[in-house]
């Protein structure tokens, strides 16, 4: 059955609680549990952010694969520092508080 969505409406309604409460909230979940396609039912906006721990962060392919397949308006890559900088005209290096403050502006 591959590509059926399967409806869940307890952990839909618990998001956007948490998003009327809240302009930016985390999905946690192991692996292939359907924290994309849960956020794709709830979002009006596309956003990604893939977490680093390195001293100067680039680009990924998964990040490239990312922003096409799920058709992103825009991602972040958050890492351990203070300074900013673009990687690509939808992708920003930043620390965790730009990024966010950046998504909440957004909204």
């Not at 990604?48 to 680039?58: H, L």
Request: a positive charge.
């Amino acid at each position: 059955m591959q590509g059926a969505i399967i409806r869940r409406p307890a952990a839909l309604e618990a998001i956007e609680t948490a998003l009327a409460e809240n302009p930016v909230c985390a999905l946690l979940g192991p692996r292939q549990c359907g924290k994309t396609t849960l956020a794709q039912q709830v979002a009006a906006k596309r956003y990604g952010v893939e977490f680093k721990c390195s001293d100067a962060p680039v680009m990924t392919k998964s990040l490239h694969i990312a922003l096409t397949d799920l058709k992103l308006e825009r991602a972040w890559i958050v890492y351990p520092s203070n300074e900013e900088y673009p990687v690509h005209e939808k992708v920003r290096v930043c620390p965790l508080a730009a990024a966010l403050k950046e998504v909440a502006s957004r909204e």
